[in-house]
């Protein structure tokens, strides 16, 4: 029986979003601890789980898990709370939803909508109420889940993380690609980025922009999540500008990203981009590949602090194509971001990010 259960609501396997990797991976840090399961939806191949157990996600042997655990690290989310008050439970606000989906719902939500939105806020006040442990990825989360805050639960920092056994020194990109390493959500800016590379273009320079994934691991979330605007866009952009059909799996990201010379995120100024961490990313710190990111947020501070990339305006297409014509043709400013990202890379990997939350684990159990 496992003492220590991680839950999440997303899709574990062969191709994962986010959420998944980040639970995949503090499973088996914890793993290290005592003996440790992941409640998860599994879907396609399964990925090989090493010391970690995995359960289905709604099933009667993940209640009973969970029911029977010690302790409990998981997302506000249906079906995730705690079963007997001797339980210790930590939850994880990485993931800031309730501000997503007002984003994505806009100012004038269905009743469905407004029904899904009101079920997260009180997940949430749930989370913030119950916690024996609350989990942020930056600062700023704290910063904003204070405020409706009912418990005196403690915090602690957990920044999303890298697997070094993953990264490896790879030859310089021949051509000129630029990588769009997640999804294109509604809060995000996939229009400047396109708009940007097709101005590098008419500048002299070749390049092109290479989206990584339309669908979603999870297909419950794709109709919540993905913009539909994005395939019409698709579809007018040209040769410069391609997309794969489906999300890339998870243990070939890496040489996906190693393909390009630089990975862009881009997102729209909303309250959403200032209280994310951006999980893409922490694959080019692991790929090493300089980044374009929009201002605003962990990961464009980070960008701008450690010399990672080039932070750009909201919606500046022009101020991004700037950003990629430098990063495509000064080889010494590209191989100095290069340096940083791989100087970097250690602070983030996960046995490191992972080390508040095994501390605290590792006291619980001594207290039982």
């Known amino acids: ?22 639970a995949w991976h503090l499973a088996h840090e914890l793993a290290a601890v005592a003996p440790t399961s992941l409640v998860a939806k599994l879907e396609g191949t399964p990925l090989h789980a090493g010391a970690v157990t995995l359960i289905p ?34 939850f994880d606000m990485f993931d800031p939803t309730v501000l997503e989906l007002r984003e994505l719902y806009g100012g004038a939500p269905s009743l469905r909508q407004r029904v899904h939105l009101a079920a997260e806020w009180s997940r949430l006040c749930y989370a913030l109420e119950m916690a ?3 989990i942020c990825a930056a600062p700023q989360q704290k910063k904003f889940y204070a405020q409706l805050q009912s418990s005196d639960a403690p915090w602690i920092e957990v920044p999303f993380g890298v697997d070094l056994a993953e990264t490896r020194a790879c030859e310089k990109p021949k051509d000129n ?8 959500w509604a809060w995000l800016d996939p229009n400047t980025a396109i708009e940007a590379v097709h101005r590098v273009n008419a500048s002299g320079i070749r390049c092109k922009l290479l989206f990584l994934g339309r669908a979603r691991p999870n297909r419950d979330l794709i109709d919540r999540r993905r913009d539909d605007r994005f395939e019409q866009l698709l579809d007018a952009s040209g040769p410069d500008v391609s997309a794969n059909p489906e999300w890339v799996p998870y243990r070939e990201r890496l040489s996906w990203l190693r393909s390009g010379k630089v990975a862009i995120m881009l997102h729209r100024p909303t309250p959403e981009a200032e209280f994310s961490i951006r999980t893409r990313l922490f694959d080019a710190i692991a790929a090493g590949v300089p980044v374009v990111a929009t201002e605003k947020g962990f990961a464009a501070d980070l960008v701008a602090r450690e010399g990672l990339g080039i932070v750009v305006p909201p919606g500046d297409a022009a101020a991004v194509a700037a950003a990629l014509r430098r990063l495509l043709t ?13 100087r ?6 996960w046995e490191v990010v992972a080390r508040p939350l095994v501390e605290a684990v590792r006291r619980w159990l001594k207290q039982s």
């Open 330 to 342: 000064d080889d010494v400013f590209h191989a100095s971001c290069v340096q940083s990202l791989e």
């Open 57 to 90: 996600r709604g099933s009667s042997d993940a209640a009973r898990a969970m029911r029977n655990a010690e302790v409990l690290v998981g997302q506000p989310a249906r079906g995730f709370r705690k079963w007997r008050r001797a339980q210790h439970v930590a």
């Open 344 to 349: 970097l890379r250690p602070r983030y990997s």
């Open 177 to 184: 690609v630029v990588i769009w390493g997640g999804g294109v």
């Open 132 to 134: 024996d442990l609350l």
């Open 1 to 22: 029986m496992s003492t220590i259960v991680v839950e999440t609501p997303d899709v574990v396997g062969e191709r994962m979003a986010g959420p998944a990797i980040r």
